[in-house]
């Protein structure tokens, strides 16, 4: 069973990073492709378009290493972080693809601890969670992404006013496969899950259909005691490997 279990974790992030890649290429892509199609019938050639396709080019360089990033097996590295700059790394990766949708993503962060993680992984967590809440929104929406100390730790809430979920359908959200995407995996929430967990934390889903989503990602802070569990957990994820 936990050989399966890795198995599907390795299914899972490699259907999210495909799913994701894609995404986020089809776009610089297609601007590439319009522009090669204007330098063809185009003279002279416009140093200004150089400079556009020369950008895309750079941006889809940045995905691809973020993404390889994200997908090389790694062991786990504990350290702390500020949360506010792992949020603002993730809202930057997918910033093009909120503008294709027409959603803003509004931060609203307060001061927090930091937190002891594992930023690669925690990344693809918030990644996931904030591409599923772009995904169910409509043109001319808006997603929160909220930061807020709570009790001894932290809370990371990311709210859409999408589609949201009936009750029916929230409760097969743990189901592995489980998805109503074409392209989806349905195993993205999951890992997410497991991950979070990994950090002793808690992911906590609340829906409405018609109204939207919200996903909280509740994470212990560092602190003495986070030290010990630290050290344990690293042991953990070697015995594992
Ligand atoms: P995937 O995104 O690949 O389908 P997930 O495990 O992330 O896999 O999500 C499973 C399903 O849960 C999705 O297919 C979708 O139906 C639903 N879902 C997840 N997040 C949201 C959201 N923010 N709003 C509405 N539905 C959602």
Redesign the pocket.
Known sequence: AEAFMQQAEKLAVVG?LAAGIAHEIRNPLTTLKGFVQLLRVARPVKPEHLEIMDAELRRIERIVQEFLLLARPQPAVWQTHDLAQVLDDVIALLDTQALMRNVRICRDYSPVPQVVCDVHRLKQVFI?ILQ??LE?SAAGGMVHVVLQPRHEGVVVRIV?Q????SPE?LAR?GEPF????EK???????VSRRIVEAHRGHLCIA?EEGRG?T?EVILPATGPWTARWTERTRNEGETQT
């Not at 989806?184 to 999951?190: A, F, I, N, S």
């Open positions: 999210q996931h599923n809440a169910a859409d999408g589609a949201g979920m359908r959200l489980y998805t109503t995407k989806g995996t349905g195993l993205g929430l999951m829906s989503t996903v």
